[in-house]
C-alpha cells in the first residue's frame, strides 16, 4: 500500500464547478470536517476529513446535498476510498411524491 494511499482514506473529494461553490462547501462544513481545497482547469476540488465517530460520512453527504440543493447543482461528483460516485442535490418528499406520481 503506498503512503498516499493510507492519507487518503478518511478523506472525501468533491468536484465543484466555481469558486463559489468551493466558497459556499468551505463556509458549511470546514469548521466539521477539516480539509482543503484546490483548483485547476476542471473547477475546484473541495477535500474533507471524516469525523472519527463513524456518523461522519452521513452527515458530510446530507449537509453536501442539502449545498447542492440550495445551489441548484442537480449533482456533482465525489470520490471516496479511490472510487468515484455522484451525489445529488437533496430532494424534498414533495419532490419525490411529484415524481413517483408521473
Same mark, same amino acid.
Given at each position: 500500500?503506498?503512503?498516499?494511499? *493510507?492519507?487518503? &482514506?478518511?478523506?472525501? %473529494?468533491?468536484? +465543484?464547478?466555481?469558486? @463559489? ?5 468551505s =463556509? ?21 476529513? *471524516?469525523?472519527? &465517530?463513524?456518523?461522519? %460520512?452521513?452527515? +458530510?453527504?446530507?449537509? @453536501?446535498?442539502?449545498l447542492?440543493?440550495? =445551489?441548484?447543482l ?29
Amino acid at each position: 500500500m503506498y503512503e498516499l494511499d *493510507l492519507q487518503l &482514506d478518511d478523506i472525501v %473529494m468533491f468536484e +465543484l464547478p466555481t469558486l @463559489a461553490c468551493n466558497a459556499a462547501f468551505s =463556509l458549511r462544513l470546514r469548521s466539521r470536517f477539516p480539509g482543503w481545497s484546490a483548483h485547476d482547469d476542471a473547477g475546484w476540488l473541495f477535500a474533507a476529513e *471524516l469525523l472519527e &465517530d463513524g456518523e461522519g %460520512m452521513a452527515v +458530510l453527504l446530507r449537509e @453536501a446535498q442539502d449545498l447542492l440543493e440550495e =445551489l441548484g447543482l442537480p449533482a456533482i461528483r465525489f470520490c471516496l476510498d479511490g472510487v468515484v460516485y455522484t451525489l445529488e442535490a437533496h430532494r424534498t418528499h414533495a419532490e419525490d411524491a411529484l415524481t413517483s406520481a408521473v
